[in-house]
């Protein structure tokens, strides 16, 4: 299971505003994230604006929020339940009006949670006519980084990294201490479906958000 640490980040910004909106490439996760980060409701509600031309309808001459969640209500394939519900405006670079709704959710429905995700270069090409600004949070995704990586890939291996010493995992290495097989730096190899020419191909594109640059080290040795 992949869990993105952006989950948690989520859950910070909807306690200070009802609206998020989600920016970044194409193809790095903002879509999985927030259908993971759905889960934790009790109905989820989903709108892709380029897959569904016509959704964007909804939100024309829309008079109010009251109004949009009665609209949304009758395509939604679940039900809108106060406190207990998540929407989600997918490819919203496609419809700047619902970007601009996130504004009458936080002043009038704020009893639901809205996350309005689309690439960053379509948003700003998009050209949308107003902003919400200081009505909704902004959040940059960004690719999976090498704690989520190895978070995913072993997570063993994650826990005893983050619960032991630097000092004492790099005495260990020094002295050649054997670890437990199970987390054994030659056993990071598995990690890349058991091929060293993936694994070096990780090493060379892994994000430098790196807690630990020994277990680098380490990795790169035990992949040439």
């Given at each position: 299971?992949?869990?993105?640490?952006?989950?948690?980040?989520l859950n910070e910004?909807?306690?200070?505003?009802?609206?998020?909106n989600?920016?970044?490439a194409?193809?790095?996760?903002?879509?999985?994230?927030?259908?993971?980060?759905?889960?934790q409701?009790?109905?989820?509600?989903?709108?892709?604006f380029?897959?569904?031309?016509?959704?964007?309808s909804?939100f024309?001459?829309a008079k109010?929020s009251?109004?949009?969640?009665?609209?949304?209500?009758?395509?939604?394939?679940a039900?809108?339940?106060p406190?207990?519900?998540?929407?989600?405006?997918d490819?919203?670079?496609e419809?700047?009006?619902a970007?601009?709704?996130?504004k009458?959710f936080n002043?009038?429905?704020?009893e639901?949670h809205?996350?309005?995700?689309g690439?960053l270069l379509?948003?700003l090409?998009a050209?949308?006519?107003?902003?919400p600004?200081?009505k909704?949070n902004?959040?940059?995704?960004?690719?999976?980084d090498?704690?989520e990586?190895?978070?995913?890939a072993?997570?063993s291996?994650y826990?005893y990294?983050?619960e032991?010493?630097?000092e004492?995992?790099m005495?260990?290495?020094s002295?050649?201490k054997?670890l437990?097989k199970?987390?054994?730096?030659i056993n990071?190899?598995?990690?890349?479906?058991?091929?060293?020419?993936?694994?070096?191909?990780v090493?060379?594109?892994i994000?430098?958000k790196?807690?630990?640059?020994?277990?680098l080290a380490l990795?790169?040795?035990?992949?040439?």
């Amino acid at each position: 299971m992949v869990k993105r640490w952006a989950e948690e980040r989520l859950n910070e910004l909807l306690k200070v505003r009802r609206g998020v909106n989600l920016t970044g490439a194409r193809q790095v996760g903002k879509t999985f994230i927030i259908r993971e980060f759905g889960k934790q409701y009790k109905s989820f509600v989903e709108i892709n604006f380029l897959e569904n031309k016509a959704a964007k309808s909804l939100f024309e001459n829309a008079k109010n929020s009251e109004d949009l969640l009665l609209r949304i209500s009758a395509v939604a394939n679940a039900p809108l339940i106060p406190g207990n519900t998540l929407i989600f405006f997918d490819e919203v670079q496609e419809c700047s009006e619902a970007l601009n709704s996130l504004k009458y959710f936080n002043e009038e429905a704020n009893e639901y949670h809205i996350i309005a995700a689309g690439s960053l270069l379509g948003t700003l090409l998009a050209e949308p006519k107003s902003y919400p600004v200081g009505k909704v949070n902004l959040m940059d995704i960004y690719p999976m980084d090498f704690d989520e990586f190895l978070n995913a890939a072993e997570p063993s291996l994650y826990k005893y990294l983050e619960e032991t010493n630097p000092e004492e995992i790099m005495g260990n290495y020094s002295t050649k201490k054997e670890l437990r097989k199970s987390l054994h730096p030659i056993n990071l190899k598995s990690i890349a479906n058991g091929t060293e020419k993936r694994t070096t191909l990780v090493i060379k594109n892994i994000s430098k958000k790196i807690k630990m640059p020994e277990l680098l080290a380490l990795f790169q040795e035990y992949s040439i």
